[in-house]
């Protein structure tokens, strides 16, 4: 079985900017990462991505000139016949819109109606089923849905009948009704558990509504170069729990054997800890080679083949990269055995990063009271033990980390939106 293609219609989308446009963006971008047709139908939007058709119907606004002609007529009450009017032109508009079957692109009015052997299209519909700003939209889906001609997906961030900003705007009876109740084959999606339990005191607990939440890509939310995201996710930078970086060259001074140790001694812990070692082996000491191959022996003695990253190996560091290195950090390991000052320390400061280096004078100075310091001699396990209790009653470490495993868009396409789709298929074809 072919994948469904996938549409998915709002008042708006990008370039207008709000939170339902951002999401709009998002799914659309993963869909087609992952494979699906997917298209915008919208009432204003303009294309962002060469992989998203996206198709402008003014009238599928909120603010069109005859949707805001009949959004005030629906004010004083009345349904007559320019609603209805728009309820039937928005059904020939949306039929001309919809796939069928994406195997050959034809859409509803082409087949005639004619569903047998086609996958129908999802119509991911954000808040027309639960917001009152174009209820004549509203009225042509539920005419298309009662006729069986569309699978819809209600995909409801904001809801009239239960928003004090909105009561005097619905009233009892058609069309505002089709708001405070569910509909029949449809599958409604809230973006919060507090949504689904405003929507259960509208409806009651008999429907059965899924989860959502909205994500963000952190990639593009820090803005890193492309350079930086194609390591995070080579590397699987952004599934390290902590992430630590040593920026410096590959020297003796700099200890990095005991940040090793301890990146081992962090993961015997149960920690998923991944060490980022920036430079390469200094240009000035020839032995610096030979250190260069004790490191790689001891990752591997130590296990560490996929969590202690030497970059050099895959291209230089520039000065946007580390920056970029900085960011996605948890920690800055900085356990040199001698420094002048301690530049990393001031870098870490600005990106607020929890800094943890050896106590030597210099670091001192730069960092005075703000670092954790790693007294002389001690071991890699109690060194871990101190970054381990540090960052755990760290709340901003902490929420970073739930960020990351909650809400990282990526991870919200692979473990809700695209098992929901799955299992509608699987529903449907049985």
């Not at 670091?363 to 060194?383: I, M, V």
């Amino acid at each position: 079985m072919s994948q469904p293609s996938i549409a998915i219609l709002h008042y708006a989308s990008p370039p207008t900017i709000g939170g339902v446009e951002s999401t709009i963006a998002a799914h659309a971008r993963l869909f087609a990462d992952h494979g699906y047709a997917v298209k915008i139908i919208t009432g204003h939007g303009e294309p962002f991505d060469p992989r998203v058709p996206v198709q402008v119907i003014p009238d599928v606004g909120s603010r069109s000139p005859r949707v805001s002609e009949v959004n005030a007529e629906l004010a004083r009450g009345i349904v007559g016949e320019k609603f209805q009017q728009l309820v039937e032109e928005l059904i020939a508009e949306l039929v001309g819109q919809i796939v069928v079957d994406p195997r050959n692109s034809k859409t509803l009015s082409e087949a005639n109606g004619e569903m047998e052997g086609g996958n129908l299209s999802y119509i991911i519909v954000h808040n027309a089923l639960s917001l009152h700003k174009n209820l004549a939209l509203t009225a042509a889906l539920k005419n298309l849905a009662d006729a069986g001609r569309i699978r819809l997906i209600a995909w409801c961030h904001d809801f009239a009948w239960t928003d004090p900003q909105y009561a005097r705007e619905v009233h009892p009876g058609f069309p505002w009704d089709l708001l405070r109740q569910p509909w029949e084959g449809v599958k409604y999606v809230v973006v919060s558990e507090a949504r689904k339990r405003e929507l259960q005191e509208l409806w009651g607990r008999g429907v059965e509504i899924a989860v959502v939440p909205p994500g963000l890509d952190p990639l593009a939310f820090l803005g890193v170069t492309a350079k930086t995201a194609r390591w995070a996710r080579d590397f699987a930078l952004l599934d390290a729990e902590p992430l630590l970086l040593l920026p410096a060259r590959l020297t003796r001074r700099k200890n990095i054997e005991y940040a090793m140790e301890i990146t081992a001694a962090l993961r015997e812990r149960g920690q998923a800890a991944r060490l980022v070692i920036t430079g390469p082996p200094g240009p000035h000491n020839p032995t610096n080679v030979a250190y260069l191959e004790t490191l790689r022996g001891l990752r591997e003695t130590l296990g560490l083949q996929d969590a202690a990253i030497f970059l050099y190996e895959f291209g230089a560091v520039d000065d946007a990269t580390l920056r970029d290195l900085f960011l996605l950090a948890d920690a800055l390991l900085f356990p040199s055995e001698r420094e002048g000052f301690g530049i990393p320390l001031l870098e870490a400061g600005l990106t607020r990063l929890p800094t943890f280096c050896s106590d030597i004078a210099p670091f001192r100075e730069s960092a005075g009271e703000h670092a954790h310091y790693l007294p002389p001699g001690q071991s890699p396990p109690d060194a871990a033990a101190q970054i381990a209790t540090t960052l755990a009653q760290d709340s901003a470490y902490r929420l970073k980390k739930r960020v990351l495993r909650e809400y990282a868009w990526e991870r919200v396409f692979k473990e809700r939106i695209e098992p929901l789709i799955l299992l509608l298929e699987h529903l449907h074809a049985h």
